[in-house]
């Protein structure tokens, strides 16, 4: 099935692991989810305010990536 991955990064943009589901990465769009609590819980350490940040960037580029995988894994196939 053909993933969008403009709508993948847009998931992962409203909330962090979303477009990983959407891409049907489960657990790994668990673990961005929370990757993204714990460095919300250190931002009380100052630490969180740059990691959260990063896994949040990093979560969308990896929708849109993870994405764009399938895809072409999925032409090859067919």
């Not at 891409?23 to 668990?30: A, D, E, M, P, V």
């Not at 305010?49 to 764009?68: E, S």
């Amino acid at each position: 099935m053909q993933k969008n991955p403009g709508i993948a990064a847009v998931l992962s943009f409203l909330i962090i692991g979303l477009g990983q589901v959407y891409n049907g990465q489960i657990s790994k769009g668990l673990l961005f989810f929370g990757g993204a609590i714990v460095s919300g819980f250190l931002t009380m350490i100052i630490i969180g305010f740059i990691l959260l940040p990063v896994i949040w960037l990093y979560g969308i580029y990896d929708a849109y990536k993870t994405a764009n995988n399938l895809n072409e894994q999925s032409r090859r196939v067919v």
